[in-house]
């Protein structure tokens, strides 16, 4: 089993040019979240869905947009990207949101570089 | 304001030694709180979940405690081994269901 597979594993992209980062998840789980990790600040959540069909702003969602079409996808797109969007990406899925065994099953990141 | 606070500086031990890593919580009411493994360029990875009202947890050689009053989980590796050498994050759920991470322990373990 795959598990989460994120895409591209890394990028440089030059200021003002858009993104879309992959995600997609063969758990068949019902939530996905995007995360990124910046040194000393952990893990911060950008967007997430709770189920196919919806999404929510999480922690520092500016700039960033997610859609939700299917069960398996979760693309997260730069409109516009500004340096400070230089950070680790990391997608993630859990079977529920909000239940007690709310485990996180994270993909291997998608290292992204603004200039 | 609310924040999960973990140690920032780098916890280097001996092999064999009992390593215990300390996450710190304050306005936070976490229903649970769960504990991650990190490596260098990967993704977390679940280790252990603990509720509010379970005292302690144990899987192999970790055991995880969780003081409600003290607001506060420890995190033990028992009989360490290099191979335990990795970046150990805290997290717990808010009361809007969002998971919120520390920003995570760096363990080295010395051969």
Known sequence: TAGITQAPTSQILAAGRSMTLRCTQDMRHNAMYWYRQDLGLGLRLIHYSNTAGTTGKGEVPDGYSVSRANTDDFPLTLASAVPSQTSVYFCASSPQRGMTYNEQFFGPGTRLTVL | ?111
């Not at chain 2, 920032?8 to 919580?25: M, P, R, V």
């Not at chain 2, 805290?90 to 010395?110: M, N, P, Q």
């Open chain 2, 1 to 111: 304001s609310q924040k999960i606070e973990q140690n920032s500086e780098a916890l280097n031990i001996q092999e064999g030694k009992t390593a215990t890593l300390t996450c710190n919580y304050t306005n936070y009411s976490p229903a649970y709180l769960q504990w991650y493994r990190q490596d260098p360029g990967r993704g977390p990875v679940f280790l252990l979940l603990i509720r509010e009202n379970e005292k302690e947890k144990r899987k192999e050689r970790l055991k995880v405690t969780f003081d409600t009053t003290l607001k506060q989980s420890l995190f033990h590796i028992t009989a360490s081994q290099p191979a335990d050498s990795a970046t150990y994050l805290c997290a717990l759920e808010d009361s809007s269901y969002k998971l919120i991470f520390g920003s995570g322990t760096r363990l080295l373990v010395r051969p």
